[in-house]
């Protein structure tokens, strides 16, 4: 597994200490902004204290593996507050993953993906995730929280990538703001259902991208994991069998009871499977793009 060593100013990421890492990221956000100013102290949470500040949702913060969180408060008078919460998170790709938990919005046109709905503002940017919210939404507010982006986006210097495995879904047929990459099983449950079990092995060191099709009027599901070792993989695919297709007549295939098509198959490190397919055909041919796009 890669390690990555961010650097600003030739510091690293990883030897900065708390009071280092939270300069960082206080000099991402203005003081002020349309004349909302920044309002008493910034509160700064780890993945331990997280639940101090988020309770439901920390988990999900934490299983895309973030470091620090800053929360700014900006007020202006007869005006509904401002929050600016900044995730640091260990890499851009998890960055890219905890915002695509929740895609819902229209385009922001910031960073490198945003979204915009109902007074929440969210993007992302190198191995930043930004959160801004109006605690009411009006026509100040929004214009607002689209200049205090911008501000923040324009902060940080470094665009980040997004994770390479996205790129192995096809793009014929995939629903627009339908990807979502993660490392574990409760997040894939959170999107597409698969067992109460993590019958796929997935933890915190494997990748994996799932994306929505439509065929006509029918939708299907692909997932793609990567694993650290082909073995791993291979287990993982096993587990997978005998678990959600014991008495499949064809290894890796299918059909379920609602008449649509469940297809798996393992390549090298990779375990690809497509649910809800609405025939044969066309799992094997999605399956197949994949496998093709794996060296």
Sequence with gaps: ????????????????????????????????????????????????????????????????????LLARRYSKENQPDIVADVFEMSSSRDAFGVFTHDLEGEDAGVGRGSTYKGGLLSFWKDRFFISLYAEEETEETKEALFSLAKKVASSIRSEGETPDIVALLPQED??????????????????????????????????????????????????????LEEEKASQAFKSFIDAYMPDAEEVGLVQ????????????RDFVIIVFNAPSVPFARDIVGKVVDKIE
């Design 1 to 68: 597994m890669l390690i990555f060593l961010f650097l600003i100013g030739g510091i690293s990421l990883m030897s900065m200490d708390r009071k280092e890492k939270r300069k960082i990221l206080e000099d991402l956000l203005p003081r002020e902004v349309r004349g909302w100013e920044a309002k008493g102290k910034d509160d700064l949470f780890d993945p331990q204290t997280i639940f101090d500040y988020i309770d439901g949702a920390g988990e999900v913060y934490r299983s895309y593996n973030f470091t620090l």
């Design 174 to 227: 995939l629903v627009e703001k339908s990807v979502h990459y993660f490392h574990n099983h409760l997040i894939l449950n959170y999107h597409f259902y698969v067992s109460d079990e993590n019958i796929l092995l997935l933890d915190q060191e494997t990748e994996a991208a799932l994306g929505t099709y439509r065929e006509k009027n029918e939708k299907s599901h692909l997932l793609v994991v990567r694993y």
């Design 256 to 267: 379920t009871e609602d008449m649509k098509w469940t297809a798996a198959q393992v390549k």
